[in-house]
């Protein structure tokens, strides 16, 4: 039996990068997977989660609960948007009537890649792709959720990539979702240094798994290398993306 | 701190290009050499469980190993005082200091010295106070508060250091090697040392069952300070208690190697008291203050894991935003992520707000915490004190209000989507947005990626309708 597959897409996906959303698709059903997609779908919360607002969080979590509580997994091609919807676990008293569903809902929450290797036994076959490529990893699906080895499992058997080690690639970018814009010119320093790094890296592609941070890493890379009036010399993927791409159905 | 006042800090911070090299000199190599002195310690993620449990332990009986302390400590001869708050603690520190007549007191580094105010509260009575810690000597001359925890003088860089030799002290050199400064600092501590009436310390532990204090150095200063002049104190916070020596073993390997990254510190003193009977030398009173100051609030206040630190400083060390900001933005004693929930404690949230809220949640400082302190958590935990109590600006709050309001109306939310696509498209140039209205936060740095047309779930819908079709 084909396990229901429940899509969160989260807002910057569904707002500036759909193709991340269908390469989602894509890759779960390559895996499998009945994926669906229920379209009166918001947030996760966390904008409001991290500001302090429990009781807003509350309202939010309530709707994404009864909307996606009826899948076998919720899958979202984010950590930092996953790992939000683990927490809904904590957020609820326990004699709230949302509390076991909420904790439910935690359970069968994962980050995209994550669930592809440790849920599906996902494995690339065939792919050929002769690039360089670095890995930013995200933070709240590196130290939340311990997003790590699943997508460098699966970029591994793609033939032809090779690794480019990256200095500080698990150092917070300095998106932080309202950290940003709050205290623009601190992020601007910590991001500056990241795309110092993906530079002296040099590899054709720079991939991750959280299209807040991949944003905020290119944004940058583009003034850096306006600036220095000079062609960017590595281009930022979220890595569903360039799976995506390579699958046979894609093959141009 | 005041919003204005921690946005100006921060953009004096960044733009002292100076700073950010002297910074970087010491949290880089930092880094470094606590992951390989992390990495050469196969027991180390044993050894961090053990000391959280520890320090848990000592927490949740508290009361019972402070009575114990106090006993043993009063048994070897010490007299102890408890202080309340900073006021106290330093207003008893100051009257001993009178009451033994003292002119000169020594000191060596001690934060719980910093929160208490204490440098001031004794220049304030006239006292000669000698701080004789290396880097506490260099702020001293600085006039600086101390930039971090363990490295207080960060912020300046030995080219600095050399200015400030060459101006105050006695016999300047003109070296500019490192060996040479601390010879200098050496030649002009050392008669201060000995000359000294009372000698003040702070604690890294206090051994319950033995009523001793621990402090660990490497310059040896803190043996310096206490034993030639005839009276120690010692400044002590409460949580600094373990049961005995035995269970201080752990949390000495765990803070040196996530202090400095070394095995070993090079001094490492149990204090007994005062001197007794056959001893040849040895203070001949010994006054240990223990300092509450908000500690019992946060035993209440749910922060109880705050009281679990040991003070290594990797937190910071490893904090993107203290590693570009440094220490003195934050404006209070403690910077960096154990600085953001300590300090809302001590100052009170609507003055610690900024630090709390100028936070990425990254999860890196919890990740290097020796005792596994879930900072971002206990950060969460203050934004949501501060919401409670509407600590943040009111644009800031309505703007959150909004988009939660938003977001609990799904449908509203997709519409509001399509909306903000819309408007977002005139700007948008190849795939990028140089500049647009509202968006100024993000567009004077960055770019901001354009919508690559409709919204995921708008085009979803459409290739359903024509597969259905
Ligand atoms: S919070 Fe943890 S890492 Fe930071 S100073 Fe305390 S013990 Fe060290």
Redesign the interface.
């Given at each position: 039996m084909k396990a229901n597959v429940g899509l969160f897409v989260t807002c910057l996906v569904n707002t500036l990068r759909p193709s991340v959303g269908f390469a989602a698709i894509q890759l779960l059903e390559d895996a499998d997977c009945n994926v669906s997609v229920p379209s009166a779908q918001s947030c996760c919360g966390q904008p409001a989660f991290n500001s302090g607002d429990d009781e807003g969080t509350k309202a939010i979590a309530r709707k994404l609960i009864e909307r996606f509580e009826g899948f076998d997994y919720v899958v979202a091609p984010s950590g930092s948007c996953a790992a939000m919807i683990r927490k809904f676990d904590e957020l609820f008293e326990n004699d709230d009537p949302f509390a076991e569903r909420a904790k439910s809902l935690a359970g069968k929450t994962f980050e995209l890649l994550s669930f592809l290797v440790d849920i599906c036994d996902y494995t690339v076959v065939d792919s050929t792709l002769d690039a360089t490529y670095s890995y930013h990893h995200s933070c709240s699906g590196l130290r939340e959720l311990n997003v790590h080895q699943q997508p460098m499992k699966l970029l591994k058997d793609i033939k032809g990539l090779q690794a480019k080690p990256l200095k500080g690639s698990t150092e917070c970018c300095g998106f932080g979702g309202t950290f940003c814009v709050k205290y623009s010119d601190i992020s601007n320093e910590v991001v500056s240094e990241k795309v110092d790094n993906i530079l002296a890296a040099n590899a054709d592609i720079l991939l991750g798994g959280d299209l807040g941070c991949l944003m905020n890493i290119e944004g940058k890379m583009n003034r850096v290398t306006d600036k220095e009036a000079r062609e960017k010399p590595t281009s930022v993927m979220h890595t569903a993306e360039l799976l995506a791409d390579l699958l046979p159905s894609n093959d141009s | 701190m005041k919003q204005n006042k921690f946005k100006r800090n921060?953009?004096d911070a960044?733009n002292n290009p100076k700073l950010k090299v002297a910074i970087r000199r010491t949290t880089d190599r930092a880094d470094a050499k606590r992951a390989t002195a992390v990495k050469n310690f196969p027991g180390f993620d044993r050894t961090r469980e053990q000391g959280q449990k520890i320090k848990d332990h000592v927490i949740e009986y508290l009361d019972y190993y402070l009575a114990e302390f106090e006993r043993n400590a009063i048994a070897n001869g010490s007299i102890v005082h408890w202080a309340k708050n900073a006021e106290h603690a330093s207003q008893i520190v100051v009257d001993i200091c009178h009451e033994q007549g003292a002119k000169k007191i020594t000191r060596s580094k001690s934060m719980l010295g910093e929160e208490i105010g204490l440098p001031a509260a004794l220049d304030r009575e006239d006292f000669e106070r000698v701080e004789t810690d290396l880097a506490e000597h260099i702020i001293q001359l600085a006039g600086d508060p101390p930039s971090h925890i363990v490295w207080p003088a960060l912020h300046l860089t030995r080219e600095d250091v050399v200015d400030l030799f060459r101006e105050n002290h006695q016999n300047p050199i003109e070296s500019t090697q490192v060996v040479d400064l601390v010879s200098s600092a050496r030649r002009e501590l050392r008669h201060h040392f000995l000359s000294a009436d009372v000698g003040i310390t702070g604690a890294n532990f206090l051994v319950a069952d033995t009523g001793q204090v621990c402090t660990v150095t490497n310059e040896g200063n803190a043996e310096l300070t206490t034993t030639p002049p005839k009276v120690h104190i010692v400044t002590a916070g409460i949580e600094k208690l373990v049961p005995s020596i035995a269970h201080a073993m752990p949390l000495l390997r765990l803070l040196v190697r996530s202090a400095t990254g070394a095995d070993i510190t090079q001094y490492t003193t149990f204090h007994n008291g005062p001197k007794r009977g056959t001893d040849l030398d040895g203070p001949e009173h010994c006054h240990i203050v223990l300092v509450d100051n908000g500690r019992t609030n946060m035993l209440k206040d749910d922060m109880k894991e705050m009281l679990r630190c040991i003070r290594c400083g990797a937190c910071m060390n490893h904090c993107?935003?203290y590693k570009?900001?440094g220490g003195h933005a934050y404006g209070s004693v403690y910077p960096g992520p154990m600085g953001a929930v300590i300090t809302p404690n001590i100052d009170g949230l609507n003055n610690a707000f900024e630090p709390v809220?100028?936070?990425?949640?990254?999860?890196?400082c919890?990740?290097v915490c020796p005792v596994n302190i879930p900072l971002p958590t206990l950060i969460?935990a203050?934004?949501?004190?501060?919401?409670?109590k509407k600590v943040?600006t009111i644009r800031?709050r309505f703007l959150?209000?909004c988009?939660?309001?938003?977001?609990?109306?799904?449908?509203l939310?997709?519409f509001t989507?399509n909306m903000?696509?819309l408007m977002m498209k005139p700007f948008s140039r190849r795939g990028?947005i140089r500049w647009m209205p509202f968006a100024g936060?993000?567009t004077?740095?960055?770019?901001?990626?354009?919508?690559?047309?409709?919204?995921?779930?708008q085009?979803?819908?459409k290739n359903r309708e024509r597969h259905e079709a």
């Open positions: - | 921060v953009s960044l993107v935003v570009h900001i809220s100028a936070c990425t949640l990254n999860g890196k919890q990740e969460r203050w934004r949501k004190k501060a919401w409670e943040d800031n959150v209000a988009f939660s309001q938003l977001a609990q109306r799904p449908r939310f997709q989507t903000a696509i990028w936060s993000w004077t740095n960055r770019d901001l990626l354009a919508p690559q047309g409709q919204s995921f779930i085009q979803y819908q």
